[in-house]
């Protein structure tokens, strides 16, 4: 079993810059691929960015690419997610997922076998 936590969101303005992090307790941290995905309101779930076991593969869905950056520590056993130049469109509930590592870096939400609880971002124009 994997337990994920969140935290870090919060209301901002657009333009800022936020910093999610995601701390995993239960099995080996680096067995995981770690992915973000992000739900707005009456929204369906999408996928934001995914990292390999070992942080040196990553990819980003388009709507984030070159604003948002994933990142891993498997010392401390959390992934992180730079946000900057955030939009309104941002605006949802972030959650950190954990997919076994011989998946590779998959985008589909059915292949996480664990999920957080999610954290709120907001922006705001």
């Known amino acids: 079993q994997v337990q994920l936590v969140e935290s870090g969101g919060e209301s901002v303005q657009a333009g800022d810059s936020l910093r999610l992090s995601c701390a995993s307790s239960g099995r080996a941290f680096s067995e995981y691929t770690m992915g973000w995905f992000r739900q707005a309101p009456g929204k369906e779930r999408d996928f934001v960015a995914v990292i390999g076991w070992n942080g040196v593969n990553t990819y980003y869905g388009d709507s984030v690419k070159g604003r948002f950056t994933i990142s891993r520590n498997n010392a401390e056993n959390t992934v992180y997610l730079q946000m900057n130049s955030l939009k309104p469109d941002d605006t949802a509930v972030y959650s950190c997922?954990?997919?076994?590592?011989?998946?590779?870096?998959?985008?589909?939400?059915?292949?996480?076998?664990?999920w957080g609880q999610g954290t709120q971002v907001t922006v705001s124009s």
């Open positions: 997922a954990a997919a076994g590592r011989t998946y590779g870096l998959v985008t589909a939400s059915r292949f996480y076998d664990y």
